[in-house]
């Protein structure tokens, strides 16, 4: 019977080993999950601000092209009327 114990013993080292490692590997996980939810976080943030930026660019580019069309036709305008005068 002398010659089981050993075999016991490292049969019960062997399984709190894999208890262990089994431990770090939920500890990673759980670890790695809440680095991805961060990330995800940030992530969200930083497209919220590239829609509100893209908005903001929209919105100058509206403005830009209501003051071209407003330019374009005093232009046409005013030739109209030299060519009118002349």
Not at 41 to 69: G, P
Not at 75 to 80: E, F, H, Q, S, Y
Request: charged share 30%; hydrophobic share 30%.
């Amino acid at each position: 019977m002398n010659t089981s114990e050993p075999v016991t013993k490292t049969l019960e080292e062997q399984i709190e080993e894999i208890n262990k490692t089994l431990k770090e590997l939920q500890n990673n996980q759980r670890e790695q999950t809440t680095l991805l939810q961060k990330n995800h976080a940030v992530n969200m943030k930083k497209l919220d601000k590239i829609h509100e930026y893209n908005k903001i660019s929209d919105m100058t580019n509206q403005l830009f092209e209501k003051r071209l069309l407003l330019i374009e036709n005093a232009i046409m305008n005013l030739n109209d009327t030299l060519t009118t005068n002349n």
